[in-house]
């Protein structure tokens, strides 16, 4: 166990960490994604049923955007948080649709 | 399991020190675990909300309380310092203490800065009649904005906490793992806060 | 005031010793005490031992309020325990069962075992692990302190407002229902990422996912479970709180408030809660079934995939408890469909073990006849499962001892059934000795009969129309001689129950310890001595296969074969953090179920006090020389 251990930290040490330009650009994205959807609904752009599709659009992009970079699950080894996630908000999705249409 | 690494050690190359250590790994998983279960939990309280916000029993309704400048100025707040937490974390991994040590700083400051404008606002709505005991839309409007705010609070307390351990012990094994789910953490309030916007402020103003 | 009062002293008392300000021999003293040893343990063993013994305490608390509840329902008409107290105890005896003394027996069973099945050290979070028993325990004592301050809950064990609101419900009970659940609930989600993060990470080499015993597969999906089931309880109960204590209005339809949110988040926790205390069961009965059949389980892929899908399914069918709130054809349908599918998997499982019987060498030790009592006990729940899944149908049945009848067959049937099969497969691993399996048998024939007995007329009664949480019956229904036979039943249970308790006492006082491997198993917890040295693996073990021992026996070798050289084992250090958390939370709770606010923050500072202060401990724990466990071994080898 404890050679495994090491050799996977040594492993792990040759990755290079994440680019800081690469996590501004996200930034950058999520902050133009906001102020969108703040514009919809501020102005009448767009017709008042296509807001709140538009917007929850919005808000999941900016989601993926913070798990996948600011979080990191795109790294090798998080397999399982990744799928851990996904199965968190299955069962949220499907438990605060139930709660809010029955 | 006894790795090589002494938990007082300080890393010397740059790389993921969050799982550089048997220890860290599991307290990364066991982080994101937790954030699963957190999720459920906010889908409950967002179920809830969305079910009984026009519940307002002649009290102001959701077009009348909300003010869309100052939410737009409190989730600049927060997007900005989950950048900064980022940038906290690349610089940990890049062993520079001094500069981590900064970004979490200008991390917490954001944090307040937003906190206090939610304490603002809470402070207002309660003015225009809008309590937490005043209806079912208020109860439950308190319930999830509040819940996101006491976690907010709980991770400035935190965040401060791993500085004041790092700023004594510097950047050693231990601290990177504990330094790393701090930040996840942080995001985390920062995903539960984009969903707020949208579906609270937002379409409270669509109707 | 008054019982505040004494409670407020105890913890100030307690803080007065614990920080050494009353008397430093003393204190020496108390470091050394076996008391001392055992609350701060972070050992998952002795942990697995507390949480078992603590739930069978439990299940015997709860077992008397079903006596009480079936001597009050012998005769009709009968004024033994009447209204209220009838509800307190119908309440008490729902909410015990299957928070304090289900889920806290089968954590035991999974803490002791499954590290050891997947080759373990340790758990991930040693002390994660010690706050959740704790917490646990905490949670379980506020709750049943209900009995003595101020009057137990009784609005049933699903609590549904608007009966468990404060304009129906002003006494105290449901707020000791709410804060106690809501802290072992807390106990409950640490120990389910605990187990999660452990299965894992901490595999021992060759241990790979599609080799693990069937059991840490069962704990792996029921800590899954845990994981996303227990935060719809902690918003539900922490909504109803508010409700109740600070005049809140979610479920209070004056206000626009709506108690149906409530039911959806309490079936919402309440399904997979469900599968929670019943997987852990199946794999319990897979390991004992092929064991005592010496062969392999049959259909080990498809178990595996049966489990999965029933987890995955067990959230997507909450609604069937809600048939007749009116929520409409189209959702009943719904999830009517989806309960049946459950069906599927489930009758996947059952047809893999009588396969792994069929042709197999059997022997009739306890737990086999505990495992051959569940199969087809637990079908006749199953298929009543089936039949309460037709919504026209259920409307029939609903809220009838028909209903009482289904849920004891599947949790009697299929979880406590299991436990006693545990019990007596795992108790070498546990204490190091075994427990008489004369008496055994006794326990299960007696408890099997009495069983069957006491709930096979239920399915009658609530076919005849007795509605299920009423205290009585009139004579002339035909109900009579039903309900009489039930009673008597339960006398077949209580006896088998006292059986299993001189048992467990007769073997702790009897000398003869166990071999390390009693039962010719196939798993790794067989591999090391009973009872199980604090580091588990001198060396980790290196794994071939499925049923990792027995490949090994049958290659002709003595053990498993080492995946590493000796070297000093690490161990994490004992706290005393864990408990004075846990008593944070209690004070909280009670402060809360006073409605004494500052109580409350006092008890919650305490919590907070105590993260702070493990935050900046630095405890990398300690290390055993490998000298150290060479000599224990050749120790033990001279005494044998």
Same mark, same amino acid.
């Given at each position: 166990?404890?050679?495994?251990?090491?050799?996977?930290?040594?492993?792990?040490?040759?990755?290079?960490?994440?680019?800081?330009?690469?996590?501004?650009?996200?930034?950058?994205?999520?902050?133009?994604? =906001?102020?969108?959807?703040?514009?919809?609904?501020?102005?009448? &752009? +767009?017709?008042?049923?296509? %807001? /709140?599709?538009?917007?929850?659009?919005?808000?999941?992009?900016?989601?993926?955007?913070?798990?996948?970079?600011?979080?990191?699950?795109?790294?090798?080894?998080?397999?399982?948080? =990744?799928?851990?996630?996904?199965?968190?908000?299955?069962?949220? &999705? +499907?438990?605060?649709?139930? %709660? /809010?249409?029955? | 399991?006894?790795?090589?690494?002494?938990?007082?050690?300080?890393?010397?190359?740059?790389?993921?020190?969050?799982?550089?250590?048997?220890?860290?790994?599991?307290?990364?998983?066991?982080?994101?675990?937790?954030?699963?279960?957190?999720?459920?939990?906010?889908?409950?309280?967002?179920?809830?909300?969305?079910?009984?916000?026009?519940?307002?029993?002649?009290?102001?309704?959701?077009?009348?309380?909300?003010?869309?400048?100052?939410?737009?100025?409190?989730?600049?707040?927060?997007?900005?310092?989950?950048?900064?937490?980022?940038?906290?974390?690349?610089?940990?991994?890049?062993?520079?203490?001094?500069?981590?040590?900064?970004?979490?700083?200008?991390?917490?400051?954001?944090?307040?800065?937003?906190?206090?404008?939610?304490?603002?606002?809470?402070?207002?709505?309660?003015?225009?009649?809008?309590?937490?005991?005043?209806?079912?839309?208020?109860?439950?409007?308190?319930?999830?904005?509040?819940?996101?705010?006491?976690?907010?609070?709980?991770?400035?307390?935190?965040?401060?906490?791993?500085?004041?351990?790092?700023?004594?012990?510097?950047?050693?094994?231990?601290?990177?793992?504990?330094?790393?789910?701090?930040?996840?953490?942080?995001?985390?309030?920062?995903?539960?806060?984009?969903?707020?916007?949208?579906?609270?402020?937002?379409?409270?103003?669509?109707? | 005031?008054?019982?505040?009062?004494?409670?407020?002293?105890?913890?100030?008392?307690?803080?007065?010793?614990?920080?050494?300000?009353?008397?430093?021999?003393?204190?020496?003293?108390?470091?050394?005490?076996?008391?001392?040893?055992?609350?701060?343990?972070?050992?998952?063993?002795?942990?697995?031992?507390?949480?078992?013994?603590?739930?069978?305490?439990?299940?015997?608390?709860?077992?008397?309020?079903?006596?009480?509840?079936?001597?009050?329902?012998?005769?009709?008409?009968?004024?033994?325990?009447?209204?209220?107290?009838?509800?307190?105890?119908?309440?008490?005896?729902?909410?015990?069962?299957?928070?304090?003394?289900?889920?806290?027996?089968?954590?035991?069973?999974?803490?002791?075992?499954?590290?050891?099945?997947?080759?373990?050290?340790?758990?991930?979070?040693?002390?994660?692990?010690?706050?959740?028993?704790?917490?646990?325990?905490?949670?379980?004592?506020?709750?049943?302190?209900?009995?003595?301050?101020?009057?137990?809950?009784?609005?049933?064990?699903?609590?549904?407002?608007?009966?468990?609101?404060?304009?129906?419900?002003?006494?105290?009970?449901?707020?000791?229902?709410?804060?106690?659940?809501?802290?072992?609930?807390?106990?409950?989600?640490?120990?389910?990422?605990?187990?999660?993060?452990?299965?894992?990470?901490?595999?021992?080499?060759?241990?790979?996912?599609?080799?693990?015993?069937?059991?840490?597969?069962?704990?792996?999906?029921?800590?899954?479970?845990?994981?996303?089931?227990?935060?719809?309880?902690?918003?539900?109960?922490?909504?109803?709180?508010?409700?109740?204590?600070?005049?809140?209005?979610?479920?209070?339809?004056?206000?626009?408030?709506?108690?149906?949110?409530?039911?959806?988040?309490?079936?919402?926790?309440?399904?997979?809660?469900?599968?929670?205390?019943?997987?852990?069961?199946?794999?319990?009965?897979?390991?004992?079934?092929?064991?005592?059949?010496?062969?392999?389980?049959?259909?080990?892929?498809?178990?595996?995939?049966?489990?999965?899908?029933?987890?995955?399914?067990?959230?997507?069918?909450?609604?069937?408890?809600?048939?007749?709130?009116?929520?409409?054809?189209?959702?009943?349908?719904?999830?009517?469909?989806?309960?049946?599918?459950?069906?599927?998997?489930?009758?996947?499982?059952?047809?893999?073990?009588?396969?792994?019987?069929?042709?197999?060498?059997?022997?009739?030790?306890?737990?086999?006849?505990?495992?051959?009592?569940?199969?087809?006990?637990?079908?006749?729940?199953?298929?009543?499962?089936?039949?309460?899944?037709?919504?026209?149908?259920?409307?029939?049945?609903?809220?009838?001892?028909?209903?009482?009848?289904?849920?004891?067959?599947?949790?009697?049937?299929?979880?406590?059934?299991?436990?006693?099969?545990?019990?007596?497969?795992?108790?070498?691993?546990?204490?190091?000795?075994?427990?008489?399996?004369?008496?055994?048998?006794?326990?299960?024939?007696?408890?099997?009969?009495?069983?069957?007995?006491?709930?096979?007329?239920?399915?009658?009664?609530?076919?005849?129309?007795?509605?299920?949480?009423?205290?009585?019956?009139?004579?002339?229904?035909?109900?009579?001689?039903?309900?009489?036979?039930?009673?008597?039943?339960?006398?077949?249970?209580?006896?088998?129950?006292?059986?299993?308790?001189?048992?467990?006492?007769?073997?702790?006082?009897?000398?003869?310890?166990?071999?390390?491997?009693?039962?010719?198993?196939?798993?790794?917890?067989?591999?090391?001595?009973?009872?199980?040295?604090?580091?588990?693996?001198?060396?980790?073990?290196?794994?071939?296969?499925?049923?990792?021992?027995?490949?090994?026996?049958?290659?002709?070798?003595?053990?498993?074969?080492?995946?590493?050289?000796?070297?000093?084992?690490?161990?994490?250090?004992?706290?005393?953090?864990?408990?004075?958390?846990?008593?944070?939370?209690?004070?909280?709770?009670?402060?809360?179920?006073?409605?004494?606010?500052?109580?409350?923050?006092?008890?919650?500072?305490?919590?907070?006090?105590?993260?702070?202060?493990?935050?900046?401990?630095?405890?990398?724990?300690?290390?055993?020389?490998?000298?150290?466990?060479?000599?224990?071994?050749?120790?033990?080898?001279?005494?044998?």
């Amino acid at each position: 166990m404890s050679e495994n251990t090491n050799q996977k930290t040594t492993n792990e040490m040759s990755h290079k960490p994440d680019g800081t330009a690469k996590h501004i650009f996200a930034f950058i994205v999520m902050i133009a994604l =906001t102020a969108a959807a703040f514009y919809l609904v501020a102005t009448d &752009v +767009v017709p008042e049923n296509m %807001i /709140l599709p538009l917007i929850l659009v919005f808000a999941v992009i900016q989601v993926f955007l913070q798990l996948f970079t600011f979080m990191h699950l795109n790294q090798k080894g998080s397999a399982f948080y =990744t799928i851990f996630m996904i199965a968190g908000i299955v069962i949220a &999705v +499907v438990s605060a649709l139930g %709660i /809010l249409l029955m | 399991m006894a790795s090589h690494i002494h938990p007082n050690d300080r890393p010397k190359q740059p790389g993921h020190l969050e799982t550089a250590t048997f220890e860290g790994k599991n307290k990364v998983l066991g982080f994101w675990l937790f954030l699963g279960a957190e999720t459920v939990l906010f889908a409950c309280l967002f179920g809830t909300y969305l079910a009984l916000r026009n519940a307002n029993m002649g009290g102001p309704t959701t077009q009348q309380l909300y003010d869309l400048k100052l939410v737009g100025l409190a989730t600049f707040f927060l997007l900005t310092s989950s950048l900064t937490s980022v940038l906290a974390m690349n610089a940990m991994n890049r062993l520079k203490q001094g500069a981590m040590q900064f970004w979490l700083g200008v991390t917490v400051l954001l944090g307040l800065a937003f906190l206090i404008l939610e304490i603002y606002e809470f402070v207002h709505y309660v003015h225009e009649g809008h309590t937490f005991t005043s209806s079912a839309f208020g109860s439950s409007f308190y319930a999830l904005v509040g819940t996101h705010g006491a976690h907010v609070t709980f991770g400035l307390a935190w965040i401060m906490t791993l500085m004041i351990q790092t700023a004594r012990r510097g950047l050693t094994y231990e601290m990177a793992p504990k330094l790393f789910v701090s930040s996840l953490y942080w995001h985390f309030i920062d995903v539960v806060w984009v969903f707020i916007f949208t579906l609270v402020y937002l379409l409270g103003k669509v109707g | 005031m008054g019982t505040l009062l004494v409670v407020l002293v105890l913890a100030l008392f307690l803080a007065a010793i614990l920080t050494g300000g009353y008397n430093k021999d003393f204190l020496e003293r108390v470091r050394h005490s076996k008391v001392w040893d055992w609350l701060t343990t972070v050992d998952h063993k002795k942990i697995g031992i507390m949480y078992f013994m603590s739930g069978f305490f439990f299940l015997l608390i709860g077992g008397l309020e079903a006596v009480f509840m079936r001597l009050q329902l012998i005769v009709p008409n009968n004024d033994l325990f009447t209204g209220d107290t009838f509800n307190k105890l119908l309440t008490m005896h729902g909410t015990t069962m299957i928070f304090l003394a289900a889920m806290p027996m089968i954590f035991g069973i999974i803490n002791v075992v499954m590290p050891l099945q997947i080759g373990a050290r340790d758990v991930a979070f040693p002390f994660l692990n010690s706050l959740g028993f704790w917490a646990f325990f905490f949670g379980g004592l506020l709750l049943n302190l209900s009995w003595i301050f101020g009057g137990a809950p009784n609005a049933g064990w699903t609590s549904y407002p608007s009966l468990a609101l404060m304009g129906f419900n002003p006494g105290p009970g449901i707020d000791y229902y709410v804060l106690g659940l809501q802290i072992s609930g807390i106990g409950s989600l640490m120990s389910g990422i605990n187990f999660l993060a452990t299965i894992i990470n901490m595999r021992t080499p060759g241990m790979t996912f599609l080799r693990m015993p069937m059991f840490t597969w069962t704990s792996f999906v029921t800590s899954a479970l845990l994981l996303f089931a227990m935060p719809p309880l902690t918003v539900g109960l922490l909504l109803l709180m508010f409700d109740r204590v600070f005049g809140s209005a979610f479920f209070d339809p004056a206000l626009g408030g709506s108690p149906v949110i409530w039911q959806h988040l309490f079936w919402i926790f309440g399904h997979p809660e469900v599968y929670i205390v019943i997987l852990p069961a199946f794999g319990i009965m897979s390991e004992v079934i092929s064991t005592f059949s010496k062969k392999r389980l049959f259909g080990y892929t498809s178990m595996v995939f049966a489990t999965v899908v029933i987890g995955f399914l067990g959230f997507m069918v909450w609604v069937h408890h809600m048939f007749t709130v009116g929520l409409g054809p189209m959702s009943n349908s719904i999830f009517a469909v989806a309960t049946m599918a459950i069906g599927v998997p489930t009758g996947i499982k059952v047809f893999n073990w009588l396969f792994t019987m069929w042709g197999g060498e059997l022997h009739f030790k306890t737990p086999m006849l505990w495992a051959v009592g569940f199969i087809p006990t637990f079908v006749m729940g199953g298929v009543t499962g089936v039949m309460l899944a037709v919504p026209p149908a259920d409307f029939q049945y609903h809220d009838s001892y028909f209903v009482v009848a289904h849920f004891h067959y599947v949790l009697v049937g299929g979880t406590v059934f299991a436990l006693f099969a545990g019990a007596y497969y795992w108790w070498p691993k546990m204490f190091g000795k075994l427990l008489d399996d004369r008496l055994g048998k006794w326990h299960f024939w007696l408890f099997f009969i009495g069983y069957h007995l006491t709930f096979f007329p239920q399915h009658f009664l609530g076919l005849f129309g007795m509605p299920r949480r009423v205290f009585t019956y009139q004579a002339g229904y035909g109900l009579e001689s039903l309900n009489m036979l039930s009673s008597i039943g339960a006398v077949g249970m209580v006896l088998g129950t006292i059986i299993f308790t001189i048992n467990v006492i007769k073997t702790a006082r009897s000398k003869e310890l166990a071999p390390a491997d009693p039962w010719d198993g196939r798993t790794l917890e067989w591999s090391v001595p009973s009872p199980v040295p604090e580091y588990n693996f001198a060396q980790l073990p290196l794994v071939r296969g499925y049923d990792a021992f027995w490949i090994e026996k049958q290659a002709g070798n003595k053990g498993m074969a080492p995946a590493e050289p000796l070297g000093p084992i690490h161990m994490p250090s004992p706290s005393y953090i864990p408990v004075i958390m846990s008593l944070g939370l209690f004070i909280a709770g009670y402060g809360f179920v006073a409605h004494a606010i500052p109580v409350a923050v006092i008890g919650i500072a305490v919590v907070f006090i105590s993260m702070f202060v493990r935050s900046f401990q630095q405890d990398f724990g300690y290390h055993i020389e490998p000298e150290e466990i060479v000599g224990s071994a050749k120790a033990k080898e001279v005494k044998a």
